[in-house]
């Protein structure tokens, strides 16, 4: 592997994860069936590589790196003494890799849809509280993706991942918009932290189109968005 084909992978691969899935893919390997052991000497060469080149490699890298191992191990172990176990010691990464398979696919999705809300230009340019907002309304929208990139990466990261793939996007963000207004509706002060409006044990897609919903009421300035400090907690409240 050359240093100019390792760069690009560099840049295109967000963490170990990702990398896994791209060896699986050249691989053609079923992603329910992982071969360990070639995989892990896959994924340890092209460390191997990274170190040689000096480049960087982040911690996350050498912990999956040390899963692998352990994965490897275990099955290895589990081969020795004929155990039948139910569960398969890979279980636990395939889960965790088709659940970032659905993160970047909702990444990709909210990708097209915010290209589609940028084209939106507002058609009357007299002097009125929409002119007043647009300033207020690009900061709110940033304070909103750095919250959703802080969710979206605690959440792919997380032990309990989803081993069911959605195949059907079945929430509207009109739909979502309602349920946003009822929980502010019913919060003190009409307020609610944007953590705790996205928390729960949803499916991506509904937490996706949550975000979109959220995006379009700051728009429509149906709520605004507020962090009374530079580390505070980052609020939702209802505007009008």
């Given at each position: ?7 690009i992978h560099l840049d295109d ?170 929980k502010l509706d019913s919060a ?22 949550d975000f979109l919903a959220l ?26």
């Amino acid at each position: 592997m050359s240093s100019d084909n390792l760069q690009i992978h560099l840049d295109d691969f967000d963490g170990p994860l990702e990398l896994l899935l791209h060896l699986i893919h050249q691989s053609k390997m079923d992603i329910y069936d992982i071969n360990i052991k070639d995989i892990t000497e896959q994924y340890f060469d092209y460390l191997n590589q990274m170190k040689q080149l000096n480049f960087d490699v982040a911690g996350d890298f050498f912990v999956m790196a040390a899963n692998l191992m352990r994965i490897k191990s275990k099955m290895l172990l589990a081969k020795e003494t004929d155990d039948d176990e139910d569960e398969d010691p890979r279980d636990d990464l395939v889960g965790q890799l088709i659940e970032y398979k659905r993160f970047k696919r909702a990444s990709q999705k909210l990708r097209i849809k915010e290209k589609e809300r940028t084209q939106y230009h507002f058609r009357d340019r007299s002097f009125n509280k929409s002119d007043v907002m647009i300033g207020a309304n690009e900061f709110e929208v940033s304070l909103l993706e750095h919250a959703w990139d802080k969710i979206m990466r605690r959440r792919h990261l997380s032990s309990a991942p989803q081993i069911e793939e959605v195949q059907d996007w079945d929430f509207s963000v009109n739909e979502q918009s309602e349920i946003i207004r009822r929980k502010l509706d019913s919060a003190v002060d009409y307020e609610m932290p944007f953590s705790k409006l996205l928390s729960g044990n949803y499916p991506l897609e509904e937490l996706v189109t949550d975000f979109l919903a959220l995006l379009e009421m700051v728009k429509h300035q149906s709520v605004r968005v507020v962090q009374t400090s530079n580390d505070g907690e980052i609020l939702i409240r209802k505007w009008n």
